[in-house]
């Protein structure tokens, strides 16, 4: 996406587009790899069951397993942000720092898998209002949303997409004074595809 539109970024307009429509494309299809990697699901059972181990030794052990990985993934974005920012042109507002977008938006997409996935294994035969709520929490998740593209007034956001943009919004912003540093001569980092597209964590 960048380097397919190298050319915008050479103004704070075309900066602001870029960065949309990377996000739009890129937490999407970060969120659609987690919904199919079976790795969450044994990050969530072990997360949401680490307090009913008896054994503190293994529940330590456990634990630091579990700190560890996300240890890592925030690494990863760590670096893949500060990267995006040299690019684009982007600075930290007032009291943030990266990492604290790295913990948020990976709270994020893991709250939003967690929840699509009690969803879309729910029995659909129960009462009215049970299915309705159910029906409801899937269709909020995986609808499209109408939002801005890149070379479109209205393009489809995902509802991943759209609630992470605003949280890197909250984090992150165009610095109009910023000369972007340019394109890398390689991806940003070998973690970015895994890692996030801007996005998983």
């Not at 050479?10 to 937490?27: D, M, N, S």
């Not at 029906?135 to 998740?141: G, K, M, V």
């Not at 972007?180 to 996005?199: H, M, V």
Request: proline content about 5%.
């Amino acid at each position: 996406m960048l380097r397919a539109n190298a050319d915008r970024l050479a103004t704070l307009e075309g900066r602001a587009a870029v960065l949309r429509e990377t996000a739009r494309q890129a937490v999407l299809c970060n969120f659609e790899e987690m919904i199919t990697a079976k790795g969450w699901t044994f990050y969530f059972a072990l997360a949401s069951t680490i307090d009913y181990v008896r054994d503190p030794e293994a529940r330590a052990r456990i634990a630091a397993a579990l700190e560890e990985c996300e240890a890592t993934r925030i690494r990863g974005l760590v670096d893949f942000y500060r990267k995006l920012a040299d690019i684009l042109g982007l600075r930290l507002r007032a009291g943030y720092r990266f990492e604290h977008l790295a913990l948020a938006g990976g709270a994020l997409l893991q709250a939003l898998l967690l929840r699509l996935t009690v969803a879309r294994n729910s029995p659909h035969d129960q009462s009215v209002s049970a299915v309705d709520c159910i029906w409801t929490a899937h269709r909020l998740i995986t609808e499209p949303l109408p939002g801005p593209g890149l070379d479109t007034p209205v393009a489809d956001w995902s509802f991943a997409a759209s609630t992470y943009f605003a949280l890197f919004e909250a984090v992150l912003e165009l610095d109009p004074d910023a000369t972007p540093s340019g394109l890398p001569a390689k991806k940003l980092s070998p973690a970015a595809n895994e890692q996030t597209g801007l996005g998983q964590g």
